[in-house]
């Protein structure tokens, strides 16, 4: 068994998730192999087999650490006069539309599906406490992320006044949200 915390399997763990990212500039996933992957990659399919079971599963890595700096929707839509929890993170938005590391990532079209699989279990306990019933939250979650995910990745998110535009539509939602706390 390999052993995860060793700085050779880390450095072979980079090498491929830098490898895919690359990849994914001019392929979609569905497109790149194994062995397209550990070549680019510098590894050989051995050592891919010993980090990843295929080339999807090495991509949910890539989307863990898109998403490992960003503010969970919880996060982002709790703050108060107390501040915000996650303060220092990213906004998904800003991810999405400015990282360059994660461009081709974030642009896949399985990335969106993968990334709220990821990050749903912040959303449940929160639910509960705001009186609204998780399938509703997960709702509201989708309906919010989807929209955030469309405007960062659209003509919009370039615009000089973009600040502006993404301060009304927070607003917008935490307006919303605050509307359906406690309904049933």
């Known amino acids: 068994m390999a052993n995860m915390a060793d700085a050779r399997f880390q450095s072979c763990e980079r090498r491929i998730r830098d490898a895919l990212a690359e990849l994914l500039r001019i392929k979609s996933l569905t497109d790149i192999s194994v062995s397209e992957l550990a070549r680019e990659a510098h590894v050989s399919r051995a050592t891919f087999y010993m980090h990843h079971d295929n080339v999807g599963d090495a991509y949910e890595e890539l989307v863990r650490e898109a998403m490992a700096d960003v503010r969970t929707f919880d996060e982002q839509f709790s703050c108060g006069e107390a501040g915000c929890r996650g303060e220092g993170k990213l906004r998904y938005c800003e ?70 535009i993404r301060r009304i539509i927070d607003a917008f939602i935490e307006g919303g949200l605050r509307a359906v706390e406690g309904m049933r």
Do not use: Y
Not at 113 to 129: I, Q, R, V
């Open 95 to 164: 991810r999405v539309r400015t990282e360059e590391r994660f461009k081709s990532v974030v642009r896949e079209a399985r990335f969106f599906p993968s990334m709220m699989d990821l990050t749903w279990e912040d959303s449940e306990s929160n639910a509960t406490a705001k009186g609204i019933d998780q399938a509703a939250m997960r709702a509201l979650r989708l309906f919010q992320m989807s929209g955030c995910h469309a405007v960062a990745t659209s003509e919009l998110a370039e615009r000089s006044d973009w600040e502006r």
